[in-house]
């Protein structure tokens, strides 16, 4: 759903700014059960793409409706980065 918040009113120019956006893009609900965002974690952590892809997919499964489905695709890239390493 979009949000709608004033930015700016200007009186001189008697404009006013405002800013939309869409909740579903930068904070869908599935994104923000906790306190902490998984890109915040995914970020701090320093993580490359299939370990952050692990805590996303994880931190997110019980929320979105497709569980087990999410719990297959963290599965998935943890394989992949196992793999990944076990090469080197």
């Known amino acids: 759903m979009a949000k709608t918040t004033l930015e700016e009113i200007d009186v001189e120019s008697r404009t006013i700014t405002f800013r939309v956006t869409d909740d579903a893009v930068e904070h869908p609900n599935h ?5 902490i965002e998984a890109i ?4 701090d952590w320093n993580l ?3 370990l952050g892809n692990v805590i996303k997919y ?3 499964a ?9 719990l297959k695709k963290a599965q ?3 394989s ?3 793999a990944r390493r076990s090469k080197g």
Do not use: H, S
């Not at 994104?31 to 306190?35: A, L």
């Not at 019980?62 to 999410?70: M, R």
């Open 40 to 43: 915040d974690i995914i970020e």
């Open 76 to 78: 998935w890239y943890l």
């Open 48 to 50: 490359n793409f299939n």
């Open 58 to 60: 994880t931190l997110r």
């Open 62 to 70: 019980p929320y979105k409706g497709e569980t087990l489905q999410d």
């Open 31 to 35: 994104y923000n059960v906790g306190r």
């Open 80 to 82: 992949r980065e196992i």
